[in-house]
């Protein structure tokens, strides 16, 4: 007789949630929003579920200094519409930097999130600065805290044995 497996399903209230901090100084734009994306959705979770909000928040800092490869800053236009006949404006991705660099993060990440509710919502877990400074770091030091007592209570292994 064969015994029955039961599938273990992940409630709301064991996700846990952390805050993680990134430099975008000196990062490649689609490389960073990638791996931004990654964090927001909870993918790196080892108990990661497709349809939960299992993802972390992320703050972005100096997203001025993001590295733009090729030609990008003179050929990537980014497109919107006034709603109006004619009313399609461009606006090349040098005159974003200058004005609003966090917008272009924000925008190369929410490109790779999903199109639904789950992707919005994730969405709003994502703070993005252009310089050092944020007001988050009440938050991020509470979860730092959380990770250290994490590991404080966890029981080491005596050196030398091998995990089974």
């Not at 993001?66 to 461009?90: A, E, P, S």
């Not at 999130?113 to 944020?134: E, I, T």
């Amino acid at each position: 007789m064969m015994k029955r497996m039961k599938t273990y399903s992940l409630k709301g209230g064991d996700i846990d949630k952390r805050w993680h901090v990134l430099d975008a100084a000196d990062h490649t734009l689609g490389r960073l929003a990638s791996q931004v994306a990654s964090l927001l959705m909870g993918k790196h979770k080892p108990d990661f579920t497709k349809h939960l909000d299992m993802g972390d928040f992320v703050v972005v800092v100096n997203a001025a200094k993001v590295r733009i490869t090729g030609n990008k800053l003179q050929d990537k236009m980014y497109y919107r519409h006034t709603g109006y006949m004619g009313g399609l404006k461009t606006i090349p991705l040098a005159r974003m930097m200058e004005r609003r660099p966090e917008r272009v993060i924000e925008m190369a990440v929410r490109g790779m999130l999903p199109r639904n509710r789950l992707g919005r919502h994730v969405y709003r877990h994502l703070k993005v600065y252009a310089g050092p400074d944020h007001p988050h770091q009440a938050q991020v030091n509470a979860s730092r805290k959380r990770e250290a007592a994490a590991a404080a209570t966890s029981t080491p292994r005596p050196t030398g044995e091998q995990p089974s």
